[in-house]
């Protein structure tokens, strides 16, 4: 008999002393947060937190001005990893977003001249950069919300991961071949990754329209109208490559994958499009908004003009009928501003220059 | 003996104690917010917070606007709040985006599909904005920007939010007209916060008159003074150029604004035209 008061008495004080401990935990582990680190560390974080309240939590005691700290004590409290991202990602944007509005006048566009514009296009490129770079080393650098967003968190995480571990690389005009051959390497090695996580198809999507060269491709058969069939064959066909043109050809292995992707009949379309006369013809109907139609009869009417003998009946008689295709006097006029729209060339070259590419 | 027994049940106490007030983390496993389908209704109406906010998990809630409430509760400044709530939000409004983009009416031509879906995109952040702003009573961001500093920046969000801009029907003159008021209203409400120079600037980057300038300079390539000093004199006038004239007013005032050469190249612009 004598044992029960014993025990119970022993009871009833381990379970008050276990009630007094758990009281002071959350405190606790809201306080204990070591830098860089998910473990806690009361040490420092006693110094991080000197006005701690001991109930409940205060966002007093979680946030700091040191963004890894912020983060551990956002984990030391469960805060999921999502919600650590928006609130250090969000401050970390606020706080580069306030500094390109400061160098951004909106209105300068208006009165600045190209190269006044290109410095503070410089500026703003140099903070975006800063800020990306800042993100990544957070270990914070996330896809637009608009990317890829057909495919889903989890495989949008592992895109995350693959340009993490893989960056892709602005490449410019004065871009030397090495970092043009270092990019490359790096958009491969992003692929082979995600070829783990995305299905074929996805992962083709993902290549035309996030990490690949869709925008130049289609900037290079422009004015052949491609299917949405042709397009994927002739993407596949010279995706990842260096699509510089000298001559109006691409190298002659890429042209060669180019002509088997289309077939003779379409390559040959291809061709006739980069012709140097048919190129600028191309970009001056896409100016004016023009027809396929409209543009057959003014290709018909140059070939004719071309022909003819050079007078000024046929010269007027030229004009009138440019006039009627095109029932726009601004487009009349930028068409006869220069013989590169108005006739063919006894020779006609093809076009030449370098497509932007990644 | 005892001192055993004593121990054993201490221990026991011990045990028994920490597994009742363990942290409610542990104990809410279950009850970790389920996947959004949409911002209904339930997610939006207010129930009132009845246990102590210890753990994160006793913050977040599948109800947004306890969410807000919680974050309140433990004093988060409100652009934390507003973070937070957007990533939120766009969570749940991103699935209809993304079932829209994984359609088959998708175009496959990059410059298409691009265009596609920025206009999807746009139409989904309009619909996180009114979510955020107007169903969940969150402040809009107001930050330093070139002209104006972020209090101002505030007040030109309020002036918006007391007399909004209106999508104007141009055969129906109420609404044009409305649209009209509007606008005067913000200018006055916005004339107690700003200088007349900023206020100047607000009407040229936030109101379209820059660009409305920048149509009628067209080719002039003007410099800043010029823009500045032609945007004056367009006030309140009207600027139809007919048979290689303006009204006898607005010459008046181009001229002063532009100097007689300058004027003289704007008016042949516009006769070429």
Not at chain 1, 215 to 243: G, S
């Amino acid at each position: 008999l004598g044992i029960l008061p014993v025990a119970l008495a022993g009871l009833l004080i381990g379970y008050v002393l276990a009630v007094a401990v758990s009281s002071l935990r959350p405190a606790r582990e809201a306080l204990s947060v070591a830098p860089n680190s998910n473990e806690p560390s009361s040490a420092s974080a006693t110094k991080e937190h000197p006005e701690a309240q001991p109930m409940g939590l205060r966002w007093q005691n979680i946030d700091s001005q040191d963004y890894l700290q912020l983060a551990g004590n956002l984990r030391a409290i469960g805060c999921p990893e999502s919600v650590i991202t928006s609130i250090v990602c969000g401050r970390v944007t606020a706080l580069y977003r306030a500094r390109i509005e400061k160098v951004r006048n909106p209105l300068a566009k208006y009165w600045s001249s190209s190269v006044e514009r290109s410095t503070s296009e410089t500026e703003v490129a140099k903070l975006v950069q800063e800020r990306d770079k800042l993100l990544t080393q957070l270990g914070l650098y996330t896809v637009s919300d608009s990317s890829s967003a057909e495919l889903g968190d989890e495989k949008r995480a592992q895109i995350q991961q693959a340009l993490l571990h893989f960056p892709a690389q602005r490449l410019g005009p004065s871009s030397t071949p090495e970092e043009q051959g270092q990019a490359r390497a790096n958009r491969k090695a992003r692929i082979d990754y995600l070829s783990d996580y995305l299905s074929p198809e996805e992962l083709l999507n993902y290549r035309m329209y996030e990490d690949g060269q869709g925008h130049a491709i289609e900037f290079l058969t422009r004015n052949v109208q491609l299917t949405p069939e042709e397009f994927k064959k002739v993407f596949l066909a010279i995706d990842n490559e260096d699509l510089t043109q000298t001559g109006g050809k691409l190298r002659p292995e890429l042209e060669a994958r180019l002509k088997e992707a289309l077939g003779p009949e379409r390559y040959g379309e291809y061709e006739e499009s980069h012709r140097i006369n048919n190129v600028v013809l191309y970009d001056f109907a896409k100016q004016f908004k023009l027809t396929s139609e409209q543009v057959g009869q003014l290709k018909q009417l140059r070939t004719s003009f071309s022909n003819a003998p050079m007078n000024r009946e046929n010269t007027l008689a030229y004009k009138d009928a440019v006039g009627q295709v095109l029932k726009n006097s601004s487009a009349v006029q930028r068409f006869f501003s220069s013989p590169l729209f108005y006739r063919v060339p006894t020779s006609s070259q093809p076009a030449s220059g370098v497509l932007p590419g990644k | 003996m005892k001192l055993a027994v004593f121990l054993i049940a201490t221990v026991l106490g011990l045990a028994l104690g920490l597994r009742l007030t363990s942290p409610a983390q542990n104990r809410t496993e279950a009850t970790k917010p389920a996947e959004f389908a949409a911002p209904t209704e339930s997610m939006l109406s207010f129930k009132a917070v009845e246990k102590p906010l210890l753990r994160w998990s006793d913050v977040e809630s599948t109800n947004l606007t306890n969410y807000v409430a919680n974050l309140r509760a433990i004093g988060c400044p409100e652009e934390v709040i507003r973070d937070v709530l957007r990533d939120e939000v766009k969570r749940i409004l991103g699935k209809k985006f993304a079932l829209t983009m994984s359609s088959t009416n998708v175009p496959i031509v990059p410059s298409q599909r691009m265009e596609f879906r920025s206009r999807e995109h746009a139409r989904m952040l309009t619909a996180v904005d009114s979510t955020l702003y107007n169903d969940l009573g969150i402040e809009r961001e107001a930050f330093d920007t070139f002209f104006f500093t972020a209090a101002q920046e505030h007040e030109i969000l309020r002036a918006n939010a007391l007399y909004p801009r209106i999508s104007t029907d141009p055969s129906d003159p109420a609404s044009v007209e409305q649209a009209r008021q509007n606008k005067i209203a913000r200018h006055k409400y916005l004339a107690g916060f700003l200088s007349p120079e900023l206020l100047e600037y607000y009407a040229l980057a936030r109101e379209g008159e820059a660009h409305r300038v920048a149509a009628f300079l067209r080719a002039m390539q003007p410099t800043q003074q010029e823009f500045l000093n032609v945007f004056r004199a367009l006030n309140n006038q009207d600027a139809t150029f007919q048979n290689g004239r303006f009204s006898p007013e607005l010459e008046t005032r181009l001229k002063a604004a532009l100097g007689p050469e300058r004027f003289a190249k704007l008016v042949a612009l516009k006769g070429s035209d």
